[in-house]
């Protein structure tokens, strides 16, 4: 494991990057757009997997991942986009190139005393898995292509006063119809998700079933998420899209609804139900069943009885 860490490149500055690329020092020290098809990235590139320290946004005209359902896929064939955020690891060991026609380089600081350094940390794809990028339509793409070379052009021509507002101003649209599209990907993949969150019920069932939370505490986000091969952030996103709750809101759901089993069908005392469910201090499990059901466990009991 150690070896495979010292194997991954820091780039901690875009001018580290580009020299890794073999391309010309960036315009601006603090963001930067590579044309892949143009600066020859796809060459070029390092292979492996590398950890930055800046936000990146890659269009890839080819998009692997696409998702099947029986005899059709769901996904479209127009490329698509793929999110990383500072200190997350970009890339595998046996990556030999990254063939994106576009690459957009962040470093925080050019976001710095601007709302979007604060509001870019809310867009949960960028902690979403390779596996979990935004298939374009052809319509999308061509949207997205837009903002791109509206960005390019910016950077390419005289740096002004207002050169980090208007080009914060296309970051921040980028992101809004990256989001736009990323709900469309959730309802085209209704169908998955539906089995998906069938498993994830079935996982539960399992969880409490087999008392795992009395050894193993609540079950976590990052548990099931690992149980159906997601990142924790796509997991909570699609179950928002689905049923309006989060992951942590659905594992609350869950909760609740083990608890009502087992103080309206058994003689459990309060202690003993919140100890099954995971909790290690009833005053948490009394506290949380009484902020979603506005009764204690205690009245709960008496009012069903």
């Not at 500055?13 to 960036?26: I, M, T, Y």
């Not at 935004?134 to 050169?163: G, Q, V």
């Not at 505490?217 to 909570?236: C, D, M, N, Q, R």
């Not at 899209?241 to 058994?266: D, M, P, R, V, Y």
Request: proline share 5%; aromatic share 12%; with cysteine.
């Amino acid at each position: 494991m150690k070896k495979e860490e010292n194997a991954r490149r820091q780039f901690a500055s875009l001018s580290e990057a580009h020299r890794a690329f073999g391309l010309p020092q960036p315009q601006h020290p603090l963001i930067s757009l590579i044309n892949g098809a143009r600066d020859g990235l796809e060459v070029s590139r390092p292979p492996g997997a590398h950890v930055l320290q800046f936000y990146k946004i890659a269009y890839k005209p080819r998009l692997g991942g696409k998702l099947k359902y029986g005899q059709d896929y769901y996904d479209f064939d127009e490329g698509g986009l793929l999110f990383a955020a500072p200190n997350q690891v970009v890339g595998s060991p046996d990556d030999s190139g990254d063939c994106s026609e576009y690459t957009l380089l962040i470093h925080p600081d050019f976001l710095w005393n601007h709302p979007l350094a604060k509001k870019i940390k809310t867009y949960g794809f960028f902690a979403y898995s390779a596996n979990e990028a935004l298939h374009l339509s052809d319509p999308e793409k061509e949207t997205i292509i837009s903002i791109f070379k509206f960005m390019e052009a910016e950077l390419n021509s005289r740096i002004d006063d207002f050169s980090q507002e208007v080009i914060i101003s296309q970051i921040e649209l980028l992101l809004n119809y990256a989001n736009r599209f990323y709900k469309r990907q959730f309802i085209t993949r209704k169908a998955i998700s539906s089995d998906l969150l069938q498993k994830l019920e079935e996982i539960l069932d399992e969880y409490f079933t087999n008392e795992i939370s009395t050894s193993h505490g609540i079950p976590t986000v990052s548990y099931l998420a690992e149980k159906l091969h997601l990142s924790p952030s796509y997991l909570s996103d699609m179950l928002r899209s689905l049923t309006g709750q989060n992951a942590q809101q659905h594992i609350h759901h869950k909760l609740i609804e083990k608890a009502k089993e087992k103080l309206s069908a058994t003689s459990l005392s309060v202690s003993e139900v919140a100890y099954k469910l995971g909790f290690e201090h009833p005053q948490s499990f009394s506290k949380l069943f009484k902020t979603k059901t506005r009764l204690s466990p205690l009245e709960f009991r008496r009012s069903f009885n």
